[in-house]
């Protein structure tokens, strides 16, 4: 096997037994990214010489015996993340020159563990978007089919796990943005329960939505990259003061006599491809074969989830967003007689179409005589949504779904109609409104070979029951050793 | 229409966006269809129910007040556009 095609949990058995050391490893990576990140387009800046470095010192301490799991690992960052000294441009031309004078608590926390971090890769515009093709500074290819979009918004996470171009990625969720991409890449991806990972540092888009998370090649390697990032933080007053378990070892056990929940609103006969159907279908049989229970659940709410999330996230982004004046950091506009008009022509000039379209929603919905109708009544549905959710799991321990209602779109497919855009967000933004934690991994293909990923998610705090479940379906199936031809 | 050309325009403004004259119908257009759609949440009974912001809700976090170390004026200026003496320069705001 190729360096650049280990899972991390095997990278690291080698650079332990020293049968291969970081700098090799993470040669082999770089490599290439060079060679096939012409064709997917998922970084947008590559650390060659520091990743080197980080290399080198990661083998200094392998051979003084300090070793963590992460230790000598490349990874990649989704460009939203702060990176101390290095380029964080969320993938706007407002921020495209713009660099962190401080690392995100995540990032702290990977160097600290010894992670060798490859790079910065691309997204939709401040994670506004399900397809990456939302970025303000190119264009992701899906390593699976590079005429189709790598899902969204941590596109750029997604093609560089699946393409080999790292051995892990973080990315971040607010509506399905790590779930969904993993999916249409045929990799893992978890966004945990809301507090539980440090935020400080994680360019804000919807605060009360946001999560970080992984996208790995495998359950395993999810669970080893939770145990490095959970955990309370001091400087992020939304973290959860919460001991975080050994989620690796919970992988351990098998899903005899648990529950699974098959939502009936999520009807998997109507408005969802064929082929991701089948998969499920296939997925809910397995599960039974390994010895869960299936049942029927309702989460009556769920059709009005878009809605109330579109009114949520787009009126925190409008609020958000208002940093991106020109004065302190970022794009400033030449073109200024006054400060008014410093800030308008800064902000046309340097934000996106759909940037531009959330935040006017946004505003509109927080104005004076609208609030009451738009923000207020999405926040009491979202109230509804959390009720449905809690009656949801007393009578089961997951919820099994689709994570997107169809494979990979092609490029430009939804270019003009951001509502079908929002639309495919169906499955996974109930998550986010919820605060629960959810894992997409992969249980199956199209018929065109594009990959298709299975749901689940769990209770608050349950990410090691989600982990386990995945686990056990990922070891009964084989989806996941199948790469992409890139 | 949901929303009136006339209508998005004052919202932009409050917004702080400059939106082109030509591309203000199809913004409309599409920001109009968005918020038809929002609009199916008044199908729903929400008598009675409290919102909620965050769905994991924590009391005040609290902390001592104590002194330390952050990052450096040269740091905190180094990304700004404009900059003087130490200072971020702005267009001039009073006469």
């Given at each position: 096997?190729k360096?650049?095609?280990?899972?991390?949990?095997?990278?690291?058995?080698?650079?332990?037994?020293?049968e291969?050391?970081s700098?090799?490893?993470?040669?082999?990576?770089?490599?290439?990214?060079?060679?096939?990140?012409?064709?997917t387009?998922?970084?947008?800046?590559?650390?060659?010489?520091?990743?080197?470095?980080?290399?080198?010192?990661?083998?200094?301490?392998?051979?003084?015996?300090?070793?963590?799991?992460?230790?000598?690992?490349?990874?990649?960052?989704?460009?939203?993340?702060?990176?101390?000294?290095?380029?964080?441009?969320?993938?706007?031309?407002?921020?495209?020159?713009?660099?962190?004078?401080?690392?995100?608590?995540?990032?702290?926390?990977?160097?600290?563990?010894?992670a060798?971090?490859t790079?910065k890769?691309?997204?939709?515009?401040?994670?506004?978007?399900?397809?990456?093709?939302?970025?303000?500074?190119?264009?992701?290819?899906?390593?699976?089919?590079?005429?189709?979009?790598p899902?969204?918004?941590?596109?750029?996470?997604?093609?560089?796990?699946?393409?080999?171009?790292?051995?892990?990625?973080?990315?971040?969720?607010?509506?399905?943005?790590?779930?969904?991409?993993?999916s249409?890449?045929?990799?893992?991806?978890?966004?945990?329960?809301?507090?539980?990972?440090?935020?400080?540092?994680?360019?804000?888009f919807?605060?009360?939505?946001?999560?970080?998370?992984?996208?790995?090649?495998?359950?395993?390697?999810?669970?080893?990259?939770?145990?490095?990032?959970?955990?309370?933080?001091?400087?992020?007053?939304?973290?959860?003061?919460?001991?975080?378990?050994?989620?690796?070892?919970?992988?351990?056990?098998?899903?005899?006599?648990?529950?699974?929940?098959?939502?009936?609103?999520?009807?998997?006969?109507?408005?969802?491809?064929?082929?991701?159907?089948?998969?499920?279908?296939?997925?809910?049989?397995?599960?039974?074969?390994?010895?869960?229970?299936?049942?029927?659940?309702?989460?009556?709410?769920?059709?009005?989830?878009?809605?109330?999330?579109?009114?949520?996230?787009?009126?925190?982004?409008s609020?958000?967003?208002?940093?991106?004046?020109?004065?302190?950091?970022?794009?400033?506009?030449?073109?200024?007689?006054?400060?008014?008009?410093?800030?308008?022509?800064?902000?046309?000039?340097?934000?996106?179409?759909?940037?531009?379209?959330?935040?006017?929603?946004?505003?509109?919905?927080?104005?004076?005589?609208?609030?009451?109708?738009?923000?207020?009544?999405?926040?009491?549905?979202?109230?509804?949504?959390?009720?449905?959710?809690?009656?949801?799991?007393?009578?089961?321990?997951?919820?099994?779904?689709?994570?997107?209602?169809?494979?990979?779109?092609?490029?430009?497919e939804n270019?003009?109609?951001?509502?079908?855009?929002?639309?495919?967000?169906?499955?996974?933004?109930?998550?986010?409104?919820?605060?629960?934690?959810?894992?997409?991994?992969?249980?199956?293909?199209?018929?065109?070979?594009?990959?298709?990923?299975?749901?689940?998610t769990?209770?608050?705090?349950?990410?090691?029951?989600?982990?386990k479940?995945?686990?056990?379906?990922?070891?009964?199936?084989?989806?996941?050793?199948?790469k992409?031809?890139? | 229409?949901?929303?009136?050309?006339?209508?998005?325009?004052?919202?932009?403004?409050?917004?702080?966006?400059?939106?082109?004259?030509?591309?203000?119908?199809?913004?409309?257009?599409?920001?109009?269809?968005?918020?038809?759609?929002?609009?199916?949440?008044?199908?729903?009974?929400?008598?009675?129910?409290?919102?909620?912001?965050?769905?994991?809700?924590?009391?005040?976090?609290?902390?001592?007040?104590?002194?330390?170390?952050?990052?450096?004026?040269?740091?905190?200026?180094?990304?700004?556009?404009?900059?003087?003496?130490?200072?971020?320069?702005?267009?001039?705001?009073?006469?």
């Amino acid at each position: 096997m190729k360096l650049h095609e280990l899972t991390i949990q095997d990278a690291h058995n080698l650079l332990k037994k020293k049968e291969i050391s970081s700098k090799e490893l993470t040669g082999a990576v770089l490599d290439r990214i060079e060679e096939v990140d012409e064709k997917t387009g998922a970084y947008i800046t590559v650390v060659k010489k520091e990743a080197l470095l980080d290399a080198e010192n990661a083998d200094k301490c392998i051979s003084k015996g300090e070793i963590t799991p992460l230790t000598g690992i490349p990874l990649s960052i989704k460009d939203l993340i702060c990176t101390k000294g290095v380029r964080t441009t969320c993938a706007s031309k407002i921020l495209e020159n713009f660099t962190p004078p401080y690392d995100a608590t995540v990032i702290t926390k990977l160097k600290k563990a010894g992670a060798v971090i490859t790079g910065k890769v691309n997204m939709d515009e401040f994670g506004m978007g399900s397809s990456t093709e939302n970025s303000g500074l190119k264009t992701t290819c899906n390593p699976w089919d590079v005429t189709r979009v790598p899902g969204g918004s941590s596109g750029g996470s997604a093609a560089s796990v699946a393409a080999d171009m790292c051995l892990g990625s973080l990315g971040s969720d607010t509506g399905g943005s790590i779930r969904q991409p993993a999916s249409h890449c045929g990799i893992v991806g978890m966004k945990p329960t809301y507090g539980r990972v440090s935020r400080f540092g994680l360019v804000a888009f919807a605060s009360s939505l946001d999560q970080i998370g992984p996208l790995t090649k495998n359950v395993s390697d999810c669970a080893l990259i939770m145990n490095t990032i959970s955990g309370y933080d001091p400087k992020d007053s939304t973290s959860v003061p919460k001991d975080v378990p050994d989620y690796l070892s919970a992988l351990e056990t098998g899903i005899e006599g648990l529950t699974i929940g098959v939502p009936r609103e999520f009807d998997l006969d109507e408005g969802v491809h064929p082929d991701v159907s089948m998969a499920v279908k296939n997925a809910v049989k397995k599960m039974e074969g390994l010895g869960a229970k299936c049942v029927d659940i309702s989460l009556p709410h769920s059709k009005y989830a878009v809605a109330a999330y579109y009114v949520i996230a787009t009126s925190e982004a409008s609020s958000n967003l208002a940093r991106y004046d020109g004065v302190k950091y970022g794009l400033r506009d030449k073109n200024q007689n006054n400060l008014i008009e410093m800030f308008k022509n800064t902000r046309k000039a340097g934000f996106g179409p759909e940037v531009q379209r959330r935040i006017t929603i946004g505003t509109y919905a927080l104005s004076a005589g609208y609030y009451d109708a738009y923000y207020g009544k999405a926040s009491q549905v979202r109230t509804l949504i959390i009720e449905d959710y809690s009656k949801a799991f007393e009578e089961c321990d997951v919820i099994l779904s689709p994570v997107a209602p169809a494979p990979a779109p092609e490029i430009g497919e939804n270019a003009e109609d951001p509502l079908a855009m929002y639309l495919a967000d169906i499955f996974t933004l109930s998550a986010n409104l919820a605060g629960i934690p959810g894992i997409s991994l992969p249980c199956g293909f199209s018929n065109e070979g594009l990959p298709v990923g299975l749901q689940l998610t769990g209770g608050h705090f349950n990410e090691e029951t989600i982990l386990k479940v995945a686990y056990n379906f990922e070891q009964a199936t084989d989806f996941h050793k199948k790469k992409p031809n890139i | 229409m949901k929303i009136s050309k006339k209508e998005v325009i004052n919202v932009v403004k409050l917004a702080r966006i400059d939106i082109e004259e030509g591309a203000l119908d199809k913004f409309a257009g599409q920001i109009g269809k968005i918020l038809e759609y929002i609009d199916t949440l008044n199908n729903v009974d929400t008598t009675g129910v409290k919102p909620t912001s965050h769905a994991i809700s924590l009391t005040n976090a609290l902390r001592e007040d104590e002194l330390k170390e952050s990052i450096n004026r040269d740091d905190a200026l180094y990304n700004a556009p404009e900059k003087e003496d130490g200072f971020f320069v702005v267009p001039k705001v009073i006469e």
